[in-house]
Nanobody, 117 residues
Framework: QVQLVESGGGWVQPGGSLRLSCTSS????????WYWYRQDTGGQSDWVAQ???????LYKDSVQGRFTISRDNGGNTVYLQMNNLKPEDTAVYFC???????????RGRGTQVTVSS
């Protein structure tokens, strides 16, 4: 059974940094791309970043240059390094991938990020 667990969220002042982790288990197949999404307090969900197995990355314009998505060598953990955080980055952050076997978007429960002074 596929499981994704996000961690690393918390409270930080504007300009601060956090590193989110997404630990996966139960995946015995290749995942073409990993994604980070976020959902704000109003319920709006936004795509934030994605990482292809080729190493290519894409970012939402508002986080470009501040966020970095990466993956560990073992492939079980995907990271989102977030620098120069802004209050508008406050949200619950989820990692996700598309499971071609089940034809479902897998995701974890998320981790809360709060940016305020």
């Amino acid at each position: 059974q596929v499981q994704l667990v996000e961690s690393g969220g918390g409270w930080v002042q504007p300009g601060g940094s956090l590193r989110l982790s997404c630990t996966s288990s139960g995946i015995d197949f290749s995942v073409p791309a990993w994604y980070w999404y976020r959902q704000d307090t109003g319920g709006q969900s936004d795509w934030v970043a994605q990482l292809y197995t080729s190493g290519g990355t894409l970012y939402k314009d508002s986080v470009q240059g501040r966020f970095t998505i990466s993956r560990d060598n073992g492939g079980n953990t995907v990271y989102l390094q977030m620098n120069n955080l802004k209050p508008e980055d406050t949200a619950v952050y989820f990692c996700s991938f598309y499971n071609f076997r089940t034809r479902a978007h897998e995701r974890g429960r998320g981790t809360q990020v709060t940016v305020s002074s």
